[in-house]
């Protein structure tokens, strides 16, 4: 439970005494000045509660060729698709010909291809699209552009492998 307490505290100009000097005086003071009301709220910390944590999904990005640096980032999840983390964090997913003829994360070029080695079952089940063009690929291959990572519930580590097509 949240303690709140609040207080106000009203400001009034001071009066002067009503002489005939002072009249001119404080009659132009208090026509220039009024009141201010100030209100105050003060939450006791010991009562209360920090809204609950989003659950985050940790992502692993393995490189195209074996000794490739491997990229680490995390990500809220539900809350974003692969692509847009891997763009958001500079990481190559297109090779040669993608990186001049994809559709921008339309789903309608299927050149943004990622292999999940680990953690398929935090992402989103594959897509119409992806089924389209997947069908001869292996299950565990995915488009970056349709994949969302988590479903605002779970959370877990999920590893990647970015351009599997080069992987020897």
Do not use: H
């Not at 009659?27 to 220039?32: G, S, V, W």
């Not at 552009?145 to 351009?163: E, F, H, M, Y």
């Amino acid at each position: 439970m949240v303690a709140m307490s609040f207080s106000s505290v009203s400001l009034r100009p001071s009066e002067l005494p009503a002489t005939a000097s002072n009249r001119r005086r404080s009659a132009a003071y208090l026509t220039r000045t009024r009141p201010i009301s100030i209100s105050f709220a003060a939450v006791s910390p010991e009562t209360s509660t920090a809204p609950p944590a989003k659950p985050e999904i940790e992502l692993e990005f393995l490189g195209p060729k074996p000794g490739d640096a491997v990229d680490r980032t995390t990500a809220i999840s539900g809350d974003k698709l692969l692509r847009t983390i891997m763009s958001d964090n500079k990481l190559e997913l297109y090779a040669a010909y993608g990186k001049l003829m994809n559709c921008g994360g339309g789903g309608s070029c299927g050149t943004c291809i990622v292999e999940i080695v680990d953690g398929q079952d935090l992402l989103n089940e594959r897509t119409n699209t992806e089924l389209r063009y997947l069908k001869k690929k292996p299950e565990s291959w995915r488009l970056a552009c349709q994949t969302i990572v988590g479903n605002k519930d779970n959370s877990g580590k999920v590893v990647v492998q970015r351009l599997p097509q080069w992987k020897k």
